[in-house]
């Protein structure tokens, strides 16, 4: 038979068979955090949590892998781990089938996909956050806290996977494979750009004028083509209203709106006088005396 449960929280509804559960469960909502870390004054909500993370500062990771020999500096991420070698994946969501490795996997896949709840709030801004953690990291964006510090070189992280993907530049580790062509990599992400290489998928679409990228980086580094294109293209357009005409000819005094137009204008001075010399020709862009036919192969427009 199993234990009734008798204390409910207030904020989410849930039911707990202990009160002490319950206590340490409402620290999620309140954000209190009474347990403080003497080294680093970080502070936790539970004593169990606090203990784990004193062993960053001593270095102890007590549970070790029988398989492969990694330790570990709690048990619970030695089971996680194990799963690895295992293969198992015993939290299984009812909704489509998917299965997990960790609990907390399956409770955030829950949220996000199917049930779209966001139970935890940043009291700063008020964003919302399916998992606690993600709470966490976010309000770090906030308080400017960068408790992921190398050992190496000082550098400090805001999130231990970052800390874990940088201290592989001094290791030299690169344990992400590509098994399509056997290049490796030191992070995930790098991996799965890299294999766009081979499959040729551009997921990065530009709005404006369709064309793809395989990084997000590449669009955004694209798209101010467009941006400085329709600046300059204001720019111009206001001198129909203002009559500015900011370039001019040096040979007989004649003022354009747009550069272009005035290297195309001293072609006539140029051919006027076939004994200038050819650097006359090297001052005005190349657009301005190529043969139309060819400039419109080039995509410039004059």
Partial sequence: MKTKKHYKCLHCGKSFSQRSVLINHERIHTGQRPYKCLDCNKSFNRSSNLISHQRLHTGEKPYKCFQCGKSFSVSSALTIHQRTHTGEKPYKCLECGKSFNWRSNLITHQRLIHTGERPYKCLECGKNFSAPSALVMHQRIHTGEKPFKCLECGKSFNQSSNLITHRRVHTGEKPYMCLECGKSFSAP?????????????????????????????????????????????????????TAERPYKCQSCGKSFRENSNLNKHQIIHIREKPHKRVDDWKSLSPSSYLPKRQRSRTGQNL
């Fill in 189 to 241: 992400s790098a991996l799965i750009v890299h294999q766009r290489t081979h499959t040729g998928e551009r997921p990065y679409k530009c709005l404006d004028c369709g064309k793809s990228f395989s990084q997000c980086s590449r669009l955004i580094n694209h798209g101010r083509i467009h941006t400085e294109d329709q600046r300059s293209g204001l720019i111009s357009h206001g001198r129909i209203h």
